[in-house]
């Protein structure tokens, strides 16, 4: 069945009224085992780990959105991570990963993976020929983030996923501050599609998750046995809130990328502020391809103020409505410093070669007044 185009996809996709009540909202099936007639004949679902409605429901949404054939659901993004490495990597493989990339996914890779001899090389993806450089006979996958996270450096993705393709590996975009409301890394040649389900698409800071999207069928099969064997399923209830959270996914990201693009422009403008990570400013050097490539710029913004890292501090600990806090994508507006909370694991001369210096700022930028937004970001810097 044609469901249509974005907007109504986000409120029908993979969900049907009820059967036996006529209940409009996916229900939560919160139960862990499910009644067979005789061994292996059942409905579909046997065990919760393996299969659940409601999580089935939130998988082809997802999938739906992301214009995937085949979507997984997870308890957290480094979930989805980990069983994707875990399903398709092994000793001895290699993987080329953007230099920028969220804390948690460096500390997977570092601390967890490379453990059982799996390598990584990290690079600058936005700039032409850094990953070709990097390259290896026996480079497995390439892992894109695109807004980087913190940095929303743009990486072609036409180029970066063909080249990963030519030379027979896996490209992996995590979508996670792009969503699918704004870009599509499937249609752009990606194999996979990440999730951190608990930002965008969640929205409301309520719950967490990941999920995994591909059209490669043997490759879904592979990851869905993996999924299982590995356990880090969602329950229901987290499923359902996701679900919650896609209906309104449009008109939410429409309003976090008007509510940027001000806060953007009046920063740019701001004799305070030494630099600004945005690519809807057209002098980012990310601009060019995400207009090409995405259809808004986002509602996350990086910045530095001018002076030490202690005036950074005592601003962003300054600011009323937007709260202290890691995350990002809820509806509310969040304020953090990436390097002593997201991506404190990054060792400082790690960071600092990618470019995120200690005295970062990021903003996830909610759905509130943007007035009262820029007159609290204006308050926080006269503390």
Known sequence: ??????????????????????????????????????????KGYDYSRTNNPTRAALEANLAALEGAAHGLAFSRGCGAGDT????????????????????????????????????????DTSRKGEIEKAWRPNTKVLWLETPSNPLLKITDLDQACGFARKKGAISVVDNTCATPALQNPLSQGAEVVLHSTTKYLGGHSDTVGGALLTNTRELWEKLKYFQNAIGATPGPFDAWLVLRGTKTLHVRVQRHCENARAIAAWLAKNRQVAAIHYPGLKGDPGHKVA?????????????????SLKRSVRFISSTRIFALAESLGGVESLIEHPAS?????????????????????RLSVGIEDVNDLIGDLEQAMKA
């Open 84 to 123: 994707l490495l875990g399903g398709l990597l092994a000793k001895g493989d290699h993987v080329v990963s953007g230099n920028d990339v969220y804390g948690g996914t460096y500390r997977l890779f570092r601390r967890v993976f490379e453990k059982f001899g799996v390598d990584f090389t990290f690079v």
């Open 1 to 42: 069945m044609d469901l249509g185009r974005f907007a109504t996809r986000c409120i029908h996709a993979g969900q049907k009224p009820d059967p036996t009540t006529g209940a409009i909202m996916t229900p939560i099936y919160a139960t862990s085992t499910y009644v067979q007639e005789k061994p292996g004949v059942h």
């Open 291 to 307: 207009k090409k490539q995405m259809r808004d710029f986002g509602g996350m913004i990086s910045f530095e103020l001018k002076g």
């Open 341 to 361: 909370m997201t991506h404190g694991s990054i060792p400082r001369e790690e960071r600092l070669k990618a470019g995120l210096t200690d005295g970062l700022v």
